[in-house]
């Protein structure tokens, strides 16, 4: 069976995965993920991420992060553009997420990058989700 949201599986694994304190979870790997990974992992939001080899599709191993007193890193990650409505912005609608304690994560014609990216190289993007 197809998945319809590849990518809101992914931050569902990620939050049940947070939620139940897993060092690590196993989500299937592509392009789009990977570069969302590195994003999170360089915003510091998860301690890294590795691609194992598999015999039908690889899969992305996410390691997680808690803080000292085993709070997740990450208290939310919603998808913001959706296959049934995706969400376009040019670089001067680009907004602030949580008062600039979170970020969105857009895809650009540069790779995936964080909102404040985006406003620095002056591009917009279809905004994928917003962390916090």
Known sequence: MSMTDPLADMFTR????LK?????????ASKTKE????VLTR???IQGYKVLPDNKQNILQVQLKYLDDRSAAIENIKRIS???MRVYVNKNEIKPVRRYSGIAI?????GMLTDREARVRGVGGEIVCEVW
């Open 14 to 17: 990620i939050r049940n995965g």
């Open 82 to 84: 959706k296959p049934s």
């Open 35 to 38: 570069a969302l990974a590195e």
């Open 43 to 45: 915003e510091g939001f």
């Open 20 to 28: 139940a304190q897993f060092e690590t979870v196993d989500i299937p």
């Open 106 to 110: 857009l895809s650009t014609t540069h």
